[in-house]
C-alpha cells in the first residue's frame, strides 16, 4: 500500500487575512484528511509544528515514500498583498510521477474551487520540498491567504479540500477512496494454500503478505469483491469471497 510524507506548512509567522497562520491552518488541513488517509489505506508520515522544512525534507528522505505532499497556503508580492488568487500545484520538472500526481491534484481542485481557470500547475526548482525531496513531490499553495475571498474559501471549506485532496491521492495510486473505515472483524476461509493481500484490488497487483487459513484480520473497506484489510500490521487488499466476517 502507498505511504506518503505529509507536509504542513511549518510557517508560523504568515498570517491569514482573517486570522490564523499559515502554520496553524494546514495543520488543520492535514488533520482533516488523516479520516480520508486511513480509510483509504494510504499511510502515512508526518511532520509536526516544531519542525522546518529542512527538517522536513531530511525526513522525508530518511524513507522510502511514494510521494512527498507539502501542504501551503500562498500570498501575493510585498506591495500586491491581497490581489492574487488561485491554487498553484508544484512539481519537479522532468519528474513523471511528480507531474502527474500535480495534475490529478489540480484536477480535483478545479471542481471545488470557485474559480476554476485559477488552478495551476507549475513546474518549479525554487522550492526546496520539490527539489530537495527524493520522492515524487507535490507542494500545493491551496490558495492565497492574504486575499479576503481566498482565505475565507480555504477556513470554510477544510474538510472539502481534504477529502478533495485524498481522492485525487487515491486516483493517482490506482486505489478505491472511502470515506470512513468499517472496522469489522473476519476470517481467512481458504480450502488450500494461503489468501493473498495485494497492494491494489487486482488479480495481478503485487502480493505484500499472504494470509493462511483461519488467521483473523481486520477489515477496513469493501469494493467491488475486495475488502481492504490489516493483516498484522499489513494493509492491503483481498478477495472477500475467501473471508469469512464474525
Known sequence: MPIIYLSPSTQESNFYVNGGTEEE????????????????GIRYTRNTPSMTAATSIAASNAGNYDLH?????????EGHY?????????Y???????ERAAEIVADGLKAIYPRPNLV???????????RRVRAPSVFLEVAYHDNGEDAAWIKNNLDAI??????????YFGIPFFEEEQNRQGMVDVSWGVLNIRSQPDTSAPILAQ???GAPLTILNASDGW?????NGTLGYASAQFIDLD
Open 211 to 213: 494470509a493462511p487459513d
Open 120 to 130: 495551476q500547475t507549475r513546474s518549479t526548482t525554487s522550492i526546496g520540498e520539490v
Open 162 to 171: 481534504a477529502r478533495n485532496i485524498v481522492l485525487s491521492l487515491t486516483e
Open 82 to 90: 491581497g490581489e492574487a488568487q488561485g491554487s498553484l500545484v508544484f
Open 69 to 77: 505532499l507539502a501542504l501551503h497556503s500562498n500570498a501575493a508580492p
Open 92 to 98: 519537479y520538472p522532468g519528474s513523471s510521477r511528480g
Open 25 to 40: 491552518i494546514m495543520n488543520q488541513l492535514a488533520d482533516r484528511m488523516v479520516p480520508y488517509l486511513d480509510a483509504s
Open 227 to 231: 475488502y481492504l484489510v490489516n493483516y
